[in-house]
């Protein structure tokens, strides 16, 4: 009995999370195509940006404008997002540099080179490979 009740919890639980989700993506899907209008600066699937000058529901495609004169037809599911332009995507850090923290140089071992130090041989006529 408590097995099977167990069971019948985690489906329940799983169920209500997959209706909860649902409803969370069919809002954003929403909010996002009031926010796609002509004009909008958008974000496209692979990372292009551009400016939405059309969308054709029939076709279901759009017209992005990714330079002055260069229009591109995608498919409209490519359009990921509209950016903001005060907003920034990439979030920033600011570190302080500190001289104690930093790397210290790693000496050559025995006149070995460090382990990625490129080798210049200084004997032309030494060679690797004989033709």
């Known amino acids: ?3 099977s009740l167990f069971l019948i919890v985690i489906i329940v639980a799983f169920a ?3 209706f909860y989700s649902s409803r969370k993506r069919k809002k954003q899907q929403a909010d996002l195509q009031t926010k796609m209008v002509p004009g909008a600066r958008v974000m496209l699937s692979f990372g292009l940006y551009g400016t939405l000058l059309s969308v054709d529901d029939e076709k279901v495609t759009a017209d992005v ?3 002055p004169g260069t229009v591109v037809t995608v498919h ?3 359009l990921s997002r509209v950016v903001d332009d ?3 995507d990439v979030e920033t850090t600011v570190v302080a540099e500190d001289d104690a923290a930093a790397p210290k140089p790693v000496a050559e071992l025995d006149g070995d080179p460090v382990y990625g130090e490129r080798v210049d041989e200084t004997d032309p006529t030494k060679r690797k490979t004989e033709d």
Do not use: G, L, P, V
Request: aromatic fraction near 6%; avoid cysteine.
């Open 16 to 18: 209500a999370f997959m």
């Open 1 to 3: 009995m408590d097995q």
């Open 65 to 67: 404008e990714i330079a």
């Open 86 to 88: 005060n907003a920034s």
């Open 76 to 78: 409209r599911q490519t």
